[in-house]
C-alpha cells in the first residue's frame, strides 16, 4: 500500500525528521507527522470513503503506516455520534452530541492511539514496549501488545482505578503500581530504557498516538457531512485527541473536504483539581507550569504536566476557544446527569466536559442554537471508584410497602 508520510516535524521548532525509523522527541519536545496532502487528494475522495469498512482504518491515506500485516487491530468500530436532546434541554440546547468513545475494544479512546502506536512498533521490528499511564492508556497498550505479541511494561500510580490495574495484568503485562503519580512512572520508563532496552509509547512521546487520536477528528467531519460543529469539549490531560483532532481538521481543510473552512472552538476541560492548562490558558502563557498536589476522582485527566502543553494551548488559542477548570466535587453528579438524561455511560473524565457546558452556556459564551460535541472518552463501568452509590434495601420481600418503592426508598 502507498505511504504518503514524508517526514517527521518537531512541533517545537520544525526541524525535520526522517520517518523510516523509529523517533522519540526532539529537543525533549513532541514531533508531527507530515503527510504529501497533495498526492492523497489525487488518489483518494472523500465519496470514495463510504464503500469502506466503517473503522478507524478507513483513512489509511491519511495515517502513518505503511503495511496492512503490520496492523494490529481489535476491531476498532466508528463510535456513534449521539444525539442527546434531553441533556440539551437541561442547558437551552437544541444541538448538542455525544461522540461515544466507550465503545472501542479497551472501552476508551486510548484504543486508536495505541492502535496505531504498536502497529508503527510492529513495523519497526519493536520487541518490547513500556508506558506510565494513570488508567486507561496501559489497558489499551496490554491489549495491543498481546494482539502483537509483543512484551509490554505497564507502570501506574498505585491509587490508579482497580479495573485499569486488573485488565493490565490479564492481558499479560507486566504491571506494576508505583507510590505517587504519572509523572513519577514516567521518570520509571525514562530511565528503565537504558536498563531494558524498551521503547516508550509515553503520551506524546512517539509521533504515533497521534495519528490514532486525530480519526476521531476524521470521523466526526465524516459523521457531520463535512461541516464542523461550533464547538467542541474535549477532557484534557496530556491532550493528544485534542491536538490530534486539530491537526485532522487542518489536513481536511487543506484537501478541500470540509463544506467550509469554519473550524470548531476547542474547549480543554480539566478539573480544579488538576488543572495546569486551564492555568497557563488564564495566564496567557504558552506553557504550563507543573500542577502542585494533582487530585482527581477523573484520573485520566491527573496529569501535572504535559510534554505537549503547548500544543494543546495553540491549538485551543488558534480556535478562540477556552481551557476551563470546573470544580471537583460536582464530578459525580455530572456523571449521574448525562447517564440519567441519555443513558449513556459516562466517565468522569467527560462530567467534567457536562460542568464546563453548564458554565460557558451560563456566560452565553455557548449560543442555543450552535452544535455542540462533547467527547466521552471512557466507559463509566471502568471506575467503580467514581460510581459509589448506597442502594436501598428490600428487608423482608413478604413485605412490602410499595410506596415507598415508588418514591426509590427502603423498606
Not at 498526492?39 to 489509511?60: D, F, K
Not at 498505585?158 to 508505583?178: H, M, S, W, Y
Not at 461541516?227 to 496530556?238: E, F, K, N, Q
Request: include cysteine; proline fraction near 6%; glycine fraction near 8%.
Amino acid at each position: 500500500m502507498p505511504r504518503f508520510v514524508t517526514h517527521l516535524e518537531s512541533a517545537i521548532d520544525g526541524t525535520q525528521l526522517e520517518a523510516d525509523r523509529p523517533q522519540t522527541l526532539h529537543k525533549d519536545r513532541p514531533l508531527w507527522v507530515r503527510y504529501d496532502l497533495e498526492a492523497i487528494g489525487r488518489v483518494v475522495t472523500r465519496e470514495q470513503l463510504a464503500s469502506r469498512a466503517t473503522s478507524l482504518w478507513r483513512y489509511r491515506e491519511l495515517l502513518p503506516y505503511a503495511e496492512s500485516v503490520d496492523v494490529v487491530s481489535l476491531g476498532e468500530t466508528m463510535t456513534p455520534l449521539v444525539y442527546c436532546p434531553t441533556l440539551g434541554d437541561r442547558f437551552g440546547l437544541a444541538n448538542l452530541w455525544v461522540k461515544d468513545e466507550s465503545r472501542l475494544p479497551t472501552g476508551s479512546f486510548k484504543s486508536r492511539g495505541l492502535a496505531m502506536a504498536v502497529t508503527m512498533a510492529r513495523e519497526f521490528g519493536l520487541k518490547r514496549l513500556a508506558i506510565p499511564t494513570a488508567g486507561n492508556a496501559g489497558g489499551a497498550l496490554a491489549a495491543y501488545a498481546a494482539r502483537a505479541g509483543m512484551e509490554a511494561f505497564v507502570f501506574m500510580p498505585d491509587d490508579t482505578p482497580a479495573i485499569n490495574q486488573l485488565e493490565c495484568r490479564l492481558a499479560g503485562a507486566k504491571t506494576f503500581l508505583v507510590p505517587g503519580l504519572i509523572t513519577d512512572c514516567g521518570k520509571i520508563v525514562r530511565d528503565g530504557k537504558e536498563h531494558l532496552g524498551w521503547f516508550d509509547v509515553s503520551t506524546l512521546k512517539e509521533p504515533y498516538r497521534i495519528e490514532g487520536k486525530k480519526t476521531m477528528g476524521l470521523e466526526l467531519a465524516e459523521q457531520m457531512e463535512w461541516r464542523l460543529p461550533d464547538v467542541i469539549l474535549y477532557p484534557t490531560g496530556g491532550g493528544t485527541g485534542l491536538i490530534g483532532m486539530w491537526k485532522a481538521f487542518a489536513e481536511l481543510a487543506q484537501l478541500g473536504w470540509l463544506e467550509d473552512d469554519k473550524r470548531p472552538r476547542m474547549v480543554a476541560v480539566q478539573s480544579d483539581g488538576c488543572a495546569p492548562i486551564a492555568r497557563a490558558f488564564e495566564q496567557g502563557e504558552r506553557f504550563a507550569e507543573p500542577f502542585a498536589f494533582p487530585a482527581t476522582i477523573a484520573s485520566g485527566i491527573r496529569v501535572p504536566a504535559a510534554v505537549g502543553d503547548f500544543m494543546i494551548l495553540d491549538a485551543v488559542r488558534e480556535s478562540d476557544g477556552r481551557a476551563v477548570a470546573v470544580d471537583e466535587s460536582r464530578l459525580r453528579e455530572w456523571m449521574a446527569l448525562g447517564a440519567g438524561c441519555e443513558g449513556l455511560a459516562i466517565c468522569p473524565e467527560t462530567a467534567a466536559c457536562i460542568g464546563a457546558l453548564e458554565a460557558l452556556v451560563a456566560e452565553e459564551w455557548i449560543a442555543p442554537d450552535e452544535r455542540v460535541v462533547i467527547f466521552n472518552t471512557g466507559a463509566a463501568q471502568k471506575y467503580p471508584e467514581a460510581m459509589q452509590a448506597e442502594l436501598p434495601r428490600i428487608a423482608d420481600p413478604a413485605w412490602i410497602n410499595w410506596e415507598r418503592i415508588a418514591q426509590g426508598k427502603s423498606t
